[in-house]
């Protein structure tokens, strides 16, 4: 069930507040083309619970073609997360919180590997496109 199967990508699934997820797809598509196998879900105030765990649900199920499927979420401790958590017990999905640019790209060009190398490899690159840049450019000059 780990390992992805031959020429089958990891579905993406992206959960954030309001319109982040929406958008950084839209900036990852932008860069990349168009992803496919790829789902933004806004969590809205407006909307029920109930009703974002259902389109979370149908979401896993329709983008999983057998390796599984990556959940990114905005930050965690946060409703989005805490809403794609309730999949790890009844779907193949991994969460991976934080979601940026640099890990969209890479999930979004990596999807062939299985999906837990895949998962590490969106933490590192999340945490690799962060960068304080004054300080290291300040350090670059010395």
């Known amino acids: ?28 598509e932008f ?31 329709r983008l999983d073609k057998g390796a599984g499927v990556i959940v990114l979420t905005d930050m965690f401790g946060g409703t989005p ?4 958590l309730s999949l ?17 790209l890479k999930v979004a060009s990596s999807r062939r590997k299985p999906l837990a190398e895949l998962a590490e490899l969106a933490g590192e690159a999340g945490k690799s496109g962060i960068v304080v840049a004054g300080s290291m450019l300040k350090n670059r000059a010395r």
Do not use: K
């Open 1 to 28: 069930m780990g390992e992805a199967q031959t020429g089958t990508e990891v579905g993406i699934i992206i959960v954030a507040h309001a319109d982040y997820g929406s958008a950084i797809l839209r900036m990852a």
């Open 31 to 61: 860069i990349l083309g168009p992803i496919g196998d790829c789902s933004s879900i806004s969590v809205d105030v407006a909307l029920d619970v109930s009703e974002t765990v259902a389109r979370l649900t149908d979401a896993a199920e």
């Open 81 to 84: 997360t805490n809403l794609a």
């Open 88 to 104: 790890l017990a009844t779907h193949h999905v991994e969460v991976v919180t934080g979601v940026n640019l640099p890990m969209v």
